[in-house]
């Protein structure tokens, strides 16, 4: 196990995937993690991340000096060899120039582990104010810049290794190998971290604490829900309720498609329970404007349908949750402003008659679980199904949701979906959808004068869903949607296409 140590960067999620990605498990955990809480964790290697702040003011995050003693290899990125530096009494200052993107690093020390089959001359990530004046003592430096003169420095005894550049970013270029170096060759893992393994072990693991228990799993029909219930039916078969609540504000077809894979016609042996409930949903949502009570309107009656479904089934020993390892570190670091109330899951155990909750990929990030959902044979179109929110069309509708314009856009959605994957655009996308705006305006269809709704088409790139950019889609592909969705939904006579990046705008319409 390689531990990260999370100093507030922001590309912490990356190093744990990119150590993934060289099958060997890692996890990340505060800054502030005790020194008997990583000794007992007993990790191959530590990784400190890149953070905001300089290591020589007074409230920046730090760690105990110690951790360079425990005989456990570290490497530092950024932030984290600066602190490595400046705990080890080093020298660290502002840089009389910093250093910001794309740079050509030497690598001045050929004979180091850490750039064994990378160029002399390589092209790394720097994002810096400050820099590295002085290694400590026993430290070389092994890597420069013509202005920065510890790009990278060691003690190659004590196993101690830093880089100001991220090794972790894309750009890069042999960051990859960096990192593979440090995880195999100075900490020594092994890489035997891969998904059948994780299957069987979870299976196994699921069995023996459930026991003859019953569970009880809201199911969405997004991936995680759907890859969390499928592990579960693998491990306990019919001891696994799954209750999907149909509010009626699904991607056309939707729930049909998840009553295929999972009802009693599916390959999986669970009890299927589908709510239909659309009708509670539109009559609550009726005459509702404003985007936030709208999102709590959706959550609150979601929570009581399953709740009454659950009295139904009585008490279970266990709810499982579709929690992966993204919501896992968000929960427990730096708290964020509320841009939107998120309606999942997260809101049920108060309201559920249970002793504890399962959360089989806790630890996963979502590529590992679809990954998993492949491995477990779930359906193509399940396992890579695009993010969909909690209230659905609910919040694609701009203003009061009706039944007319959720068929409204479940068509345009659907036409959009379909013409952006026969062309192959959708690759590299985060998410793409219609939304329905609420305005209407004046057209003309064969002689006729119109008066109708607009349809707004968006498709962003994302690797985080926290920041986006409107994609660059083939304008052949945006007039052949826009053809079709004008001719074949009808109500709608004019299309237009979201431009916008996040921020300013949010990925969702509301
Ligand atoms: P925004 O619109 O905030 O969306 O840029 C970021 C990502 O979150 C999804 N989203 C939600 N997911 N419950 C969810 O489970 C919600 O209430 C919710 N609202 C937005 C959105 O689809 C995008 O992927």
Redesign the pocket.
């Known amino acids: 196990l390689i531990l990260v140590l999370d100093f507030g960067g922001q590309y912490n999620q990356l190093i744990a995937r990119r150590v993934r990605e060289d099958h060997v498990y890692c996890e990340v955990h505060p800054n502030t993690m005790s020194l008997d809480a990583i000794r007992e964790m007993a990790p191959k290697g530590i990784i400190l991340t890149g953070g905001p702040n300089s290591v020589y003011r007074e409230d920046s995050a730090t760690c105990s000096p110690e951790l360079f003693r425990l005989g456990i290899p570290v490497l530092g990125i950024c932030y984290g060899s600066q602190l490595m530096a400046h705990l080890l009494d080093g020298t660290v200052e502002t840089a009389p120039v910093s250093e910001y993107g794309k740079t050509e690093v030497e690598v001045t020390a050929r004979g180091s582990k850490l750039f064994q089959n990378v160029s002399a001359k390589t092209i790394c990530w720097m994002s810096h104010t400050d820099y590295i004046k002085e290694v400590p003592a026993g430290f070389t430096a092994t890597a420069k810049t013509p202005v920065c003169p510890v790009a990278a420095m060691e003690n190659a005894e004590a196993r101690l290794y830093a880089t100001q550049f991220h090794p972790e970013v894309m750009h890069t270029a042999e960051g990859k190998t960096m990192l593979k170096n440090f995880v195999y060759d100075v900490c020594g893992c092994q890489g035997d971290w891969k998904m059948d393994s994780f299957v069987k072990t979870t299976v196994a693991e699921l069995k023996e604490k459930i026991g003859t228990g019953r569970a009880l799993c809201a199911l969405s029909g997004g991936v995680d829900s759907s890859v969390a219930a499928v592990l579960l039916s693998k491990a306990i078969g019919k001891q696994l309720t799954c209750v999907f609540v149909d509010h009626g504000l699904l991607r056309k077809n939707e729930g049909d498609e998840v009553e295929a894979v999972f009802g009693p016609d599916g390959p999986y042996d669970v009890n299927f329970i589908r709510v239909n409930a659309k009708d509670r949903f539109y009559a609550k949502l009726a005459g509702v404007t404003e985007p936030e009570k709208k ?1 709590k309107i959706i959550g609150e009656e979601f929570i009581r349908v399953f709740e009454e479904e659950a009295k139904k089934i009585g008490a279970v020993d266990y709810l499982v949750q579709g929690t992966i390892y993204p919501d896992v570190i968000e929960s427990g670091l730096g708290k964020s402003a509320v ?2 109330s ?3 899951v997260g809101g049920l155990p108060d309201y559920v008659d249970f002793k504890e909750i399962v959360e089989p990929l806790r630890l996963l990030f979502k590529d590992e679980v679809r990954a998993v959902g492949r491995e477990l044979g779930i359906p193509d179109y399940l396992v890579n199904r695009q ?5 659905g069309l609910g ?1 694609r509708i701009i203003g009061e949701v009706t039944e007319e314009k959720v068929k409204i856009v479940q068509e345009a959605d659907a036409i959009y979906r379909e013409e952006v994957a026969k062309a192959g655009a959708d690759k590299g996308l985060g ?1 793409y959808f219609a939304a329905l705006t609420n305005m209407r305006s004046v057209g003309v269809m064969g002689d006729g004068r119109t008066y109708d709704y607009a349809i707004a088409l968006r498709a962003v790139e994302t690797s985080d ?1 926290m920041t ?1 950019e409107s994609a660059q889609l083939p304008w052949e592909v945006l007039s052949t949607v826009t053809r079709r969705i004008v001719n074949e939904v009808k109500g709608v006579n004019r299309v237009l296409y979201d431009c916008t990046g ?1 921020p300013p705008a ?3 319409w509301e």
């Not at 993010?387 to 209230?391: I, K």
């Open positions: 999102r841009i939107k998120h309606h999942n993010p969909f929110p909690g209230p919040i998410q869903f986006a996040k949010t990925i969702e």
